[in-house]
């Protein structure tokens, strides 16, 4: 596994590491006109809503498409994610031996274990696929490292609310909010403000396009108004599960939709990865 570690101590500036290691506070050296136009950051208020679901179709309707997937430690006394339904044990990343600082993964051994998410992005179609792993005292500094392994001039799909965090990470955000939720993570609320597309899935009972509790608890928190947030456009309930219908091409149609938004060119797809 290949990995960086740095600031192990919790009163590490970030900002000031950056400026000595001789990495580029954002927007860095690549414009931002054109970093707004190749990142595309996927936020969504809990594990399970749909994020990778969604990054897959962005990247399989995107030939050339980069991938990156973000995990920041949790602090929780209990993990979030694990146990709490069945698929939990498969899905929790923030359990694994935490770096003293960050570590930008890139074994590919690791990264193609078999369900896995960054197994599945690969799967969709990119190249390449990193796992950035980071302390959250540290993350501005490790995501400024991430971004130098990547090729600025191509679709860079982000996957993780944590990119959203940073108000001066330029990129566009797309916040996916699913009927049922495992609450909100705290990560969710910066995106909430930040988000420039919001995606919202249909109640499975009618009246099926309903504002979902959590998040209108999530904008109380934020202190924002339902009117701040962008016009919802709607996935179906379950629409990461049927690829042969409808329902299940409604995530591949966004994705060419968000796609042709961004200036990006698509090719020709015919399938919904699964949530």
């Known amino acids: 596994m290949a990995k960086c570690c740095i600031g192990q101590g919790r009163g590490t500036d970030p900002g000031n590491l950056s400026a000595s290691r001789g990495l580029p506070d954002f927007p860095g050296f690549v414009s931002l006109a054109l970093m707004v136009a190749q990142r595309l950051i996927i936020a969504g208020p809990s594990a399970n809503a749909g994020k990778t679901a969604l990054a897959c179709a962005m990247i399989a309707a995107v030939p050339g498409a980069q991938a990156l997937k973000i995990t920041r430690f949790h602090r929780e006394s209990h993990c979030p994610v694990h146990g709490v339904d069945e698929q939990g044990d498969d899905n929790c990343d923030g359990c694994d031996p935490v770096p003293a600082g960050f570590e930008l993964v890139t074994d590919e051994a690791l990264l193609r274990t078999p369900g896995k998410d960054t197994d599945r992005l690969a799967i969709a179609g990119a190249k390449p696929v990193l796992w950035l792993r980071a302390a959250p005292h540290v993350f501005r500094y490790a995501l400024a490292a991430a971004m130098n392994a ?14 959203a965090t940073l108000p001066d990470f330029p990129g566009k955000v797309v916040l ?16 909430l403000k930040r988000a420039d597309v919001l995606v919202l899935v249909e109640h499975q009972d009618a009246p099926h396009r309903r504002i979902p509790n959590t998040l209108r608890s999530a904008l109380a928190r934020a202190g924002l108004a339902e009117s701040a947030l962008p016009e919802a ?4 309930a379950n629409w990461w599960l049927d690829h042969s219908n409808e329902s299940g091409m409604a995530g591949l149609a966004l994705a060419v939709e968000l796609a042709s938004e961004m200036g990006w060119a698509t090719g020709s797809v015919s399938q919904t990865p699964r949530k």
């Open 233 to 236: 456009r709607w996935l179906p």
């Open 176 to 191: 996916l909010w699913p009927q049922r939720t495992r609450g909100v993570k705290a990560s969710a609320l910066p995106a």
């Open 150 to 163: 990547f090729d600025p001039e191509r679709p860079l799909v982000i996957e993780g609310n944590s990119a």
